[in-house]
T-cell receptor, first 112, second 117 residues
Framework: SQKIEQNSEALNIQEGKTATLTCNYT??????LQWYRQDPGRGPVFLLL?????KEKRKERLKVTFDTTLKQSLFHITASQPADSATYLC???????????FGSGTRLSIRP | DAGVIQSPRHEVTEMGQEVTLRCKPI?????LFWYRQTMMRGLELLIY????????DSGMPEDRFSAKMPNASFSTLKIQPSEPRDSAVYFC???????????????FGAGSRLTVL
């Protein structure tokens, strides 16, 4: 079955630096890959989606890359701020209407 | 729009009792997903519906769990009888294939925190 792996260790970054989170998947490549943010006590919130034929997608300080050869997506937050501290989840989709399975998430802490 | 509305926000019950969690999706969304989140297992998909029809319930842990969607604006997740290992946060999310991508993008509710004693 398909496995989705994210850094299980928390990531601690100094404010102003770039945070990079990794999402690896096994077997066949998804058609889309989504990233969500989850704050404590709240449901996940959608951030970005990238398609398999896109190498990179940007939204303000966020950037997502998708490498089907490496079977990996990277999620970058540039000029990180303490308000970016949260858990970030990736979710590959194998068709536009497929079920959405999430990785275990990576907890990101930005220290002032 | 008020977003995805879940109730109750918190439920504490005793082992063996029936638990019913409720969800009102965003109007116009034709997909509805139920997830369960624990520290140990992360966010697990239990079941999802399209146009009120269950599409995949392979994540439902066992027969004690059941989900229904009688109409486009309401869904329930029922656990009968409940057990301590069912303690978790249960999320409902709705979506429709959106934007240029045409892919489902989820909007989550605030979750229902269930504690089974």
């Amino acid at each position: 079955s398909q496995k989705i792996e994210q850094n299980s260790e928390a990531l601690n970054i100094q404010e102003g630096k770039t945070a990079t989170l990794t999402c690896n998947y096994t077997n066949y490549s998804p058609a889309y890959l989504q990233w969500y943010r989850q704050d404590p006590g709240r449901g996940p919130v959608f951030l970005l989606l990238i398609r398999e034929n896109e190498k990179e997608k940007r939204k303000e300080r966020l950037k997502v890359t998708f490498d089907t050869t490496l079977k990996q997506s990277l999620f970058h937050i540039t000029a990180s701020q303490p308000a970016d501290s949260a858990t970030y989840l990736c979710a590959p989709l194998y068709s536009s209407a497929s079920k959405i399975i999430f990785g275990s998430g990576t907890r990101l802490s930005i220290r002032p | 729009d008020a977003g995805v509305i879940q109730s109750p926000r918190h439920e504490v019950t005793e082992m063996g009792q029936e638990v019913t969690l409720r969800c009102k999706p965003i109007s116009g969304h034709d997909y509805l997903f139920w997830y369960r989140q624990t520290m140990m297992r992360g966010l697990e998909l239990l079941i999802y519906f399209n146009n009120n029809v269950p599409i995949d319930d392979s994540g439902m842990p066992e027969d004690r769990f059941s989900a229904k969607m009688p109409n486009a604006s309401f869904s329930t997740l029922k656990i009968q009888p409940s057990e301590p290992r069912d303690s978790a946060v249960y999320f409902c999310a709705s979506s429709f294939p959106s934007g240029n991508s045409g892919a489902n993008v989820l909007t989550f509710g605030a979750g229902s925190r269930l504690t089974v004693l």
